[in-house]
């Protein structure tokens, strides 16, 4: 059974930072391009990463500010958050994709964590 658990999100105020983790169990890990999304209501696709950590994409609202990387030794994906901005709040959850490259389609992702949630707040 595939599960994705996120952790780290929090409270944090403007301009500052977080870190956080999926933990990925019941697949091959470095098979499989990851991503992370924010629902804040709406679903958005913020970064993703092939398989081999190669290559990365960043939606331009996060851009220069969040960094998308992964362990495969660890079975682990990241996303490091800095220069927190309010409208950053929402909840985050990593995904799945269906091969070792990404898409921008959230169709192509078949496996999504529960979440953890992002406030930025002073």
């Known amino acids: 059974e595939v599960q994705l658990v996120e952790s780290g999100g929090g409270l944090v105020q403007p301009g500052g930072s977080l870190r956080l983790s999926c933990a990925a169990s019941g697949f091959t890990f470095d098979d499989y391009a990851m991503a992370w999304f924010r629902r804040a209501p709406e679903r958005e696709l913020l970064a993703a990463i092939s398989?081999?950590?190669?290559?990365?994409y960043y939606a331009d609202s996060v851009k220069g500010r969040f960094t998308i990387s992964r362990d495969n030794g660890l079975n682990t994906l990241y996303l490091q958050m800095d220069n927190l901005e309010e409208q950053d709040t929402g909840l985050y959850f990593c995904?799945?994709?269906?091969?070792?490259?990404?898409?921008?389609?959230?169709?192509?992702?078949?496996?999504w964590g529960q979440g953890t949630q992002v406030t930025v707040s002073s």
């Open positions: 995904a799945k994709s269906g091969g070792p490259m990404y898409s921008l389609a959230h169709y192509s992702y078949d496996n």
């Open positions: 398989a081999n950590g190669d290559t990365t």
